[in-house]
């Protein structure tokens, strides 16, 4: 599934036969005619894109990313990878508005944010700015946005002392993203103690932001700086016998396959790093595998629904998350039927592109409000943020459940 | 190498044959995995059940039952579990879509003649409700209707043949009132349309006056892609006219209602489906499982020559998964979907296991519109459906091989392929 | 039914075109025949290459200058068929390095530019090339798209008062004594007889040049010199990539539109309208390929198709004064290898060689140097016609001012910018008011000349969708519904006409196409099943494999 560098994944459109299965999984083309579907804008489009030309085509700028058209084609094309790299093309080409230069920050945003914290958490809830900010930005003053959190991760951590295990049947560098360090810490720590009560050291490592948000946003040069960073600090550690577990799909999706097929970075570094990264839930499952992963559990009575999110199902390991929480005592696991919740990262915070997500996460609203579930677990912070917001069901990451049944 | 999960059963595709053999697995209770790089054949076929639609003359066949049994000796896919099982695979596939809401319906003695979308007429079995009224051989006029604006249904040019071949066809022109909007429009884009209740009676409403003198239309197969939520059987209410569907190029309406089906039954009974990652056949060095949960009566059915295979590779966005399974079902399909592959010209492999090949010499044949050789390429399998070498001897005791990977059928000449698909899916899950 | 013209060209490929326009131009009454559609012969099917003339500057320097000026001038005349791709010169480290020399100075002498450029530097322009490419030299090569060329120079012949008239076989030659005076043609459609009288007649018949001067009892030697090429369905590079080394089999790779063209061989045939393509061929282009992109086996060949050069070797004496290079000492000799045969052209006066006035034959050449040809045969035309007028094609451009290159992007630009119509063929985007508008000037009932039009069919999917759609939309506007097994015939056909360059190629993801298309034909629509207006032997296939 992952192309060595972005030429190679360009050229994946040779093997394209044109079925259609790509058209017909599409939830974008399925809700606007404004997006002619993932062939037409992939394969189909590539093969007439001159190197070093004026993009001609500009409705792949509706491609949301979700990567369903990826997961779906039976021969390999890579199509909404290709389409990422089109729409990097065309931003170098037409520039990158202030908003999607905003957008893409999301390091810097959570530095100034956090550091700002409560104030900073007042433009977010005043109409006033939000109608201003959408007006002169152009970012949708209905999309929800999560709250910045007083203290971030990073700091609780070093005060807890949880990274001071001497040993752990893994060492694990818990790669925590910006949206648990500066938004969500508390999924953080439920994470770092779910893995310690396995057995696992944990250590925090120097990490940037994944890139993922500059990288959707056709800033791939600010994208592969990131890249390279982490790639520089983290590589040692795997080096050192170390596994990389996250709790956002996004960020470890990034290191597992967009850092290649997207970016192109080669080299033993990216391999290393793309080779031992787990998403949580996934590395649970190999724990299990390996007889090593505590299974008793306190009832949690709840009903709860799962959504599981597009950038989850390209790392194509099934449902790990869903398949565990069933097994906590008490809890009733509706999954959603939905394929896309609609905001596919920061897509669907942009004002022209807002309606058309709402309409791709319809069916997820729908199966939400049915479900008439406490909570919705889901493992991708926007996906949560947009479907808590869009709904008004509290959302949590699938690792707080587990903590909870832990008793931790 | 360590497992990163175990199944009871592993399913490689999600055509028909692995959708089905999934549902079947996980509804004895096994735990299923059906995983596969795309999707199948069910989102570019027909959404009908063809078991036997021609001879070896490729004239229409009236009875399939009745010539796939003519010759009982040999072994055509389809038969090679005998016509009990064919039956019984037909039979409960239609007792999963009866209870979605989506009959098939038809019987494995007497096939439908139906039309394609190029007015010539087409064979099969088992059909949705919403095909049936297309038959052919019906008495009255049918009215096939022209749909400016979109590009894959061609009434006059069907209307034509069905008329030349002695079927009264004509053509009655009907709007979408503005859909679709975009140019690049694909059958999905309408069905999303008719799915809307409040379209389907706007429709309806407008065409009342067109199809004045109508008693049956022919429309492409696009009434609904939500299988249950009988948009067909609205519309021909609201229209109070006999309506059939005509299934068109793909991506196919029908057949992606077929799948949805399967997935929902499949899922319900606890099976999981993963799309998106290639798969390799996982074999240890002493082809031996090292899963903990293999059973003493497993160990104890080893033959002293065939081996078994301990699950499936998974090339997932990180690196390569490892999957263990009991058994492992094949529904990788032919060339088209990458069961079989010709890296070169005139080679051919099995893609996952590398398992043998019945292959020939020739492989194509000059005319585009005969019959090509290397159709009948494939997998040999014994009845129980587990691949053998020439010598008959079973390769991996745990590994069936089922659908359009198997040899000895040219399906499209035929007009067999979902009948294959069912009968060997069904043999497979049987023999665990 | 008697017409009359003053000059009739006979052959509707690019040499016939061009000579035509130039007639016409120059004010003769002028009507051109073709027995098929415009480059249904080796116009059609040949690389698509626009030559510096770099190939020819050591072996065959007049060829090269030649070349190299109507390079110019097609470029300045005709940009709308033409993408200014450039071209590399390049040798790999077991090339013969004592070629490099003598391609330079011949490079000089013809005035073509050859800039020598550092390999890092052409491997960040291509980089899918072989990194160990020793010299890479940097030309003026072009890729030119040849029905492209062949439409402007239909309208061109229209607009300056001329007639092409396609689908017109010709039967016979008229005479008068010793004396050509005119054709006996038939409508390959209905096979209704025609007579058109002419001042003179001039046979750009290509590859059948020898067959039509026959009909005129004068005899030409043509030799069909067959070559295969291979079309990779991704555009590797973007730049022409020649090897540098003396010209030989497989030596160059053309990116043409989408695709890059691999050629090409050269066998000598018996026949120009039946020929095969051989395994061994395949095998060479592919190996060949290999050592320009090492990659090059891992991407999907698309298709297989070959072209017959018409190679012309006569007697010295009867061949028309060409003007000769400063330090030239005569015509090269012709010789045994069909390759070392002149590519340089000949204009035969029949009135010299066989004592027949009013017929000349255009004999040779090459795709880029069609002016040149067309010129020296339409000056020795109006000397027959005692009318002895000048040439304007050279400053005359065809397209109108300011019009750019063609782009690779153009279509795609084209089909974003345009109002809401149905794409037909989604490869090639080719719009359903594109299929009609060329139905309407064609009336053919041919879907193999929609794809020459437009390019229908010819993208990865290879008429999978595109060539049931055309069909219905060919029969919707044939009168009263039409005759629907015309329709289905037509359909098949094409099919058929696909088919035959698919099948030397047929593995890996083309195979998987085939299934698909397959698929949707025997399967989904059950074409083979439908009645036809031939049976299948009988199917014009133009050229059987």
């Known amino acids: 599934m992952t192309s060595l560098h972005m ?222 960073a982490n790639l520089r600090k983290l590589a040692p550690y795997v080096r050192a016998g170390y596994v990389i577990v996250g709790t956002s799909t996004s960020c470890t999706l990034t290191f597992k396959h967009e850092y290649r097929s997207v970016l192109g970075i080669q080299g033993a570094e990216a391999d290393l790093v793309a080779e031992n990264t787990y998403d949580f839930f996934e590395f649970l499952q190999k724990l299990e595998a390996e007889g090593r992963l505590n299974t008793v559990f306190r009832p949690v009575r709840e009903r709860i629904v799962y959504h599981a999110p597009c950038q989850f199902r390209t790392h194509a390991v099934g449902r790990p998350a869903a398949d565990l929480l069933r097994r906590i005592p008490g809890v009733t696991l509706i999954e959603t039927q939905a394929d896309c919740c609609g905001v596919a990262g920061t897509y669907g915070l942009k004002v022209e592109k807002y309606q058309i997500a709402t309409d791709v996460g319809q069916k997820a609203f729908e199966d939400i409000r049915a479900a008439q579930a406490a909570r919705i677990a889901c493992d991708s912070e926007t996906c949560r943020w947009w479907l808590a917001g869009r709904t008004g069901v509290p959302a949590a990451h699938p690792v707080e459940i587990l903590a909870e049944a832990y008793g931790i | ?280 056949g996982w074999v240890n060095a002493d082809h031996t499982s090292q899963s903990r949960m293999q059973s003493a009566r497993t160990v104890a059915a080893r033959t002293t020559t065939a081996r078994i295979a301990a699950g499936v590779i998974a090339e997932t966005a990180g690196g390569p998964r490892y999957y263990a399974a009991r058994h492992i079902i094949l529904a990788t399909g032919s060339f088209r979907h990458g069961g079989l592959e010709a890296p070169t010209k005139g080679k051919i492999i099995e893609t996952v296991f590398g398992l043998p090949v019945m292959t020939n010499e020739e492989w194509f044949a000059p005319l585009y519109s005969e019959a090509q050789p290397y159709a009948r390429f494939g997998v040999r399998v014994n009845e129980k459906m587990q691949p053998v070498n020439e010598a008959g001897e079973v390769i991996y005791e745990n590994v069936f091989a089922v659908g359009g990977l198997l040899a000895g059928a040219d399906r499209n000449g035929e007009g067999s392929r979902e009948g294959i698909d069912l009968a060997t899916a069904w043999a497979a899950i049987s023999n665990l | 039914m008697r017409l009359s013209t003053e000059v009739l060209v006979i052959g509707g490929g690019a040499t016939g075109l061009g000579a035509a326009r130039d007639a016409a131009l120059r004010g003769f009454k002028t009507i051109l025949v073709e027995k098929g559609d415009l480059t249904h012969g080796t116009s059609g099917r040949y690389h698509g290459l626009l030559h510096s003339g770099g190939r020819y500057v050591v072996r065959d320097p007049h060829s090269a200058a030649d070349c190299y000026r109507e390079n110019l001038i097609l470029k300045r005349t005709l940009p709308s068929a033409i993408e200014d791709t450039g071209g590399f010169f390049a040798a790999l480290p077991e090339d013969p390095p004592e070629y490099v020399e003598p391609f330079l100075a011949g490079c000089r002498r013809a005035g073509i530019p050859a800039e020598e450029i550092p390999p890092a530097l052409a491997l960040k322009e291509e980089p899918l090339l072989n990194p160990k490419l020793a010299r890479i030299f940097r030309v003026p090569d072009a890729a030119c798209d040849s029905f492209d060329a062949a439409h402007a120079l239909a309208e061109s012949i229209r607009a300056a008062g001329g007639e092409v008239w396609t689908r017109r076989k010709v039967m016979g030659l008229l005479r008068s004594g010793t004396r050509v005076v005119g054709a006996e043609l038939e409508d390959v459609a209905t096979g209704e007889r025609l007579t058109l009288g002419a001042d003179v007649v001039v046979n750009c018949a290509g590859a059948w040049t020898g067959m039509i001067a026959a009909l005129a009892g004068c005899e030409v030697k043509v030799t069909p010199g067959k070559g295969v090429m291979i079309a990779m369905n991704s555009r590797l590079v973007n730049t022409v990539v020649n090897r540098l080394k003396p010209p030989s089999d497989g030596d160059i790779l053309v990116p043409v539109g989408t695709v890059a063209v691999m050629g090409t061989t050269e066998v000598v045939v018996q026949n120009p309208d039946q020929y ?232 890996g993801a083309n195979l998987r196409q085939m299934e698909l298309d397959l698929n949707i034909y025997r399967n989904l629509l059950g074409v083979d099943r439908l009645p036809t207006a031939r049976e299948p032997e009988e199917y014009p296939t133009e050229k059987t494999a």
């Open chain 1, 7 to 228: 030429l190679d994944t360009q050229l994946t459109s040779d093997v394209c036969i044109k079925c259609n299965i790509c058209t017909s999984a599409c939830p974008v083309a399925a809700v606007t005619d404004l997006f002619p579907g993932p062939k037409v804008v992939g394969p189909q489009a590539q093969r007439f894109r001159e190197p070093g030309a004026a993009s001609v085509d500009h409705a792949v700028d509706y491609c949301s990313g979700c990567g369903a058209c990826s997961l779906v084609c039976p021969h390999g094309v890579q199509i909404a990878e290709m389409n990422i790299i089109a729409k990097a093309e065309m931003a170098k080409r037409d520039g990158i508005p202030l908003r999607n230069r905003i957008l893409g920050r999301s390091e810097l945003l959570g530095k100034l944010g956090s550091l700002f914290a409560p104030l900073s958490n007042l433009p977010v809830q005043n109409k006033v700015l939000r109608g201003l900010g959408e007006r002169l930005l152009g970012i949708s003053q209905a999309a929800p946005f999560p709250r910045f959190a007083r203290r971030t991760f990073r700091s609780w951590f070093e005060r807890s002392g949880a990274g001071r295990d001497v040993m752990g049947i893994y060492k694990v560098v818990y790669f925590h993203g910006c949206s648990t360090n500066y938004y969500e810490p508390r999924v953080g720590q439920a994470a770092v103690k779910v893995l310690r009560l396995n057995g696992c050291k944990v250590s925090i490592a120097e990490q940037n932001c994944c890139g993922l948000p500059l990288q959707s946003n056709g800033e791939f040069s600010a994208a592969r700086g990131y890249a390279e």
């Open chain 2, 1 to 280: 190498m360590t497992a990163q999960s175990r199944y009871d059963v592993i399913v490689v595709g999600a055509g028909l044959a692995g959708m089905f053999a999934g549902a079947l697995a996980a509804r004895r209770g096994a735990r299923t995995l059906v995983i596969a790089r795309g999707l199948g054949g069910t989102h570019l076929g027909p959404g009908t059940v063809d078991v036997r639609g021609y001879d070896s003359a490729r004239r229409l066949v009236n009875n399939p039952e009745a010539e796939i049994n003519q010759k009982p000796g040999q072994r055509h896919p389809s038969m090679l579990a005998g016509l009990p099982a064919l039956r019984e695979a037909l039979a409960e596939f239609q007792k999963m879509c009866a209870a979605a809401g989506y009959p098939l319906i038809g019987a494995l003695d007497e096939n439908f003649f139906l039309p394609t979308a190029m007015g010539a007429v087409r064979p099969t079995c088992l059909a949705p409700e919403s095909f049936a009224a297309g038959e052919v051989r019906q008495t009255g006029e049918l009215a096939l209707a022209r749909l400016p604006g979109f590009r894959d249904f061609f009434a006059d040019l069907m209307a034509a043949n069905l008329s030349a071949a002695g079927y009264p066809a004509r053509v009655v022109s009907l709007d979408l009132l503005g859909a679709p909007i975009r140019r690049d429009s694909f059958a999905t884009d309408l069905a999303r349309l008719f799915d809307d209740p409040g379209y389907r009676e706007k429709v309806a409403h407008h065409w009342r006056a067109a199809l004045k003198g109508v008693t049956r239309l022919g429309l492409p197969a696009i009434l609904g892609l939500r299988e249950t939520d009988g948009a067909w059987r609205d519309l021909r209410a609201r229209l109070d006219i006999e309506l059939f569907e005509i299934p068109i190029l793909p991506p196919s309406v029908p057949g992606m209602r077929l799948f949805n089906i399967l997935k929902k039954t499949l899922e319900a009974a606890g099976g999981r489906v993963t799309i998106g990652p290639g798969i390799k």
């Open chain 3, 276 to 507: 095969a393509i051989d395994d061994e061929e395949i095998e060479l282009l592919l190996a060949e390929g290999e050592k320009l992109i090492p990659r090059f086996r891992e991407f999907r060949a698309l298709r297989a198709w070959a072209g017959v050069r018409p190679l012309f070797e006569d007697r010295p004496s009867a061949l028309t004064p060409r003007p000769s290079l400063p330090g030239e000492e005569g015509e090269a000799a012709p010789g045994t290898d069909s390759r070392m045969m002149t590519r340089a052209h000949a204009i035969l006066d029949h009135a010299i060689r066989d004592g027949v006035e009013g017929f000349i034959s255009v004999v040779g050449g090459k795709f880029t140097t069609f002016r040149l040809m067309a010129e020296q045969a339409v000056d020795l035309a109006g000397h027959k016609l005692g009318a002895e007028r000048k040439c304007l094609t050279a400053e005359t451009p065809i397209d109108p001012p300011g019009q750019p290159f063609h782009k690779l992007n153009d279509r795609l630009r084209d089909v974003e910018a345009s109002e809401k119509t149905e794409i037909v063929c989604e490869c090639e985007l080719v719009t359903r008011v594109q299929v009609e508008q060329a139905l309407n000037k064609s009336g053919s009932l041919v879907l193999n000349d929609l794809r020459r039009d437009l390019r229908l069919g010819m993208g990865p999917c290879q008429a999978g969708f595109c060539a049931y759609r055309a069909a219905g939309i060919l029969h919707s506007r044939t009168p009263l519904g039409g005759e629907v097994r015309r329709t289905n015939s037509a359909l098949i056909e094409f099919l058929q006409e696909r088919w035959k360059g698919l099948r030397p190629v047929m593995w």
